[in-house]
């Protein structure tokens, strides 16, 4: 695992407010590994497209999957160039001027090309990965995927070689001239949580519902 301190590349290097920029490894498997969201960027028939997924980081390789079918695991099993990217949002920031409103937030940007996951023990993997990243242990209680699930199933493996993540935190940063203005300033923090879950029917008897894990140890 990389303890990088610069950007790994121009491409990824943070330009705008570069301060707020962190390149080592703890700091970019952190954010991965706590989002349940990724949005996919590539272009295909000259047109750009964004599509939000799940993923999964196992070591040095973020993962997504879906169907077989999708444009986007397709246009990324061919080779071609990938943009992933995921965002935190840990809170709002109230300044005292309209200008320097805004979030404190934790986000990832990844660049590559990714390789299409074809042998089936790992592809296994990774698809309990994702069902363990949401409720630990949980792949082994339900039904594994048949081998005809397995065939529609489309896994893709991007390299974390060219990452880079940015942070904001802390209070509004107010101009000088405004720290006497009369209105209210500072942060409203913001976190993602379950609420009580919703039990399918017909019940399972004597089953608790699942564990979310909003967090993940670090592996």
């Not at 986000?107 to 790992?122: D, Q």
């Not at 069902?131 to 991007?158: F, N, Y």
């Not at 029917?201 to 089953?207: D, H, I, S, T, W």
């Amino acid at each position: 695992m990389s303890e990088r301190i610069h950007a790994p590349s121009e491409r990824t290097r943070v330009r705008r407010v570069p301060q707020r920029a962190a390149y080592d490894r703890p700091t970019i498997d952190a954010i991965l590994d706590e989002a349940l969201v990724c949005h996919v960027g590539f272009e295909g028939h000259g047109q750009p497209f964004v599509i939000p997924t799940t993923h999964v980081r196992i070591e040095d390789e973020l993962y997504v999957h879906g169907s077989a079918a999708s444009r986007m695991l397709e246009h990324g099993a061919s080779g071609a160039r990938l943009c992933i990217t995921v965002t935190l949002v840990d809170g709002i920031v109230f300044a005292r001027s309209a200008f320097h409103h805004s979030l404190n937030y934790r986000s990832v940007l990844i660049l590559g090309e990714a390789r299409a996951v074809s042998e089936p023990a790992e592809k296994l993997t990774v698809l309990a990965a994702l069902v363990d990243r949401l409720s630990r242990g949980r792949s082994a209680e339900v039904r594994a995927p048949t081998e005809q699930e397995l065939k529609a199933t489309l896994v893709l493996a991007l390299p974390l070689a060219e990452a880079s993540a940015k942070v904001r935190t802390g209070g509004p940063i107010d101009d000088a001239a405004d720290l006497s203005w009369p209105v209210w300033a500072g942060v409203v923090p913001l976190e993602l949580r379950p609420l009580p879950a919703l039990v399918a029917e017909p019940r399972a008897l004597g089953r608790e519902p699942p564990i979310v894990a909003l967090r993940r140890e670090p592996g």
